[in-house]
């Protein structure tokens, strides 16, 4: 698997030579230093171990500083470890957005955007208990009813209900690298991918 971590820049549009628009999200994927490399003699299991971002060294612990200090870089903001990675880099070297090529078909993981907590016409797509009538009032966009009277006595687990929406883990997949800008480390990805702007994704294959 071939991994990097990116930050989400924003959404724009290109057009090809015939004409046909194309809308893409700029994502600036890396350099990402790797700062470990496990193997299955040492650790049990073979990974890469990849950081992303700088992060000063006063807000850094000093265990943090020396994992760092090991691969030759700066403290990094970002962690994550890359298992079987295809991958063959050492520690202390860098991975650039160019282990993807244009028309690669690649997954991206990210945490969507926060909401709140909100009610069930929002959360679920509920329609509401309906127009006033027979003296109802402020019911248009009510649960209704949620659970059984004597027999169950209960409300069942699941229940669609008001609740916090958002800041969840989703991997959108089938998405295509239609632009490479090595210079800039900037990738093109078709679609939209999960998150804010400025928010961090990861990028594999």
Known sequence: MKSIIGKKIGMTSIFDVSGKQTAVTIIEAGPCVVTQKKTVETDGYNALQIAFGDKKEKHSTKSEINHFAKSQTSPKRFVK????????????????????????????????????????????????????????????????????????????KGMRMAGRLGQDRVTMKGLKVVKIFPEKNYILISGSVPGHNGSIVLIQK
């Open 81 to 156: 470890e890359i298992r079987n990675s295809e991958i063959d880099k050492n520690v202390g070297e860098t991975i650039t957005v160019d282990i993807f090529t244009e028309g690669d078909k690649v997954e991206v993981v990210g945490t969507t955007k926060g909401k709140g907590f909100q009610g069930v016409v929002k959360r679920h797509g509920f329609s509401g208990v309906g127009e006033q009538s027979h003296g109802q009032h402020d019911r248009q966009r009510a649960p209704g009813s949620i659970g059984n009277s004597s027999d169950a006595s209960r409300v069942f």
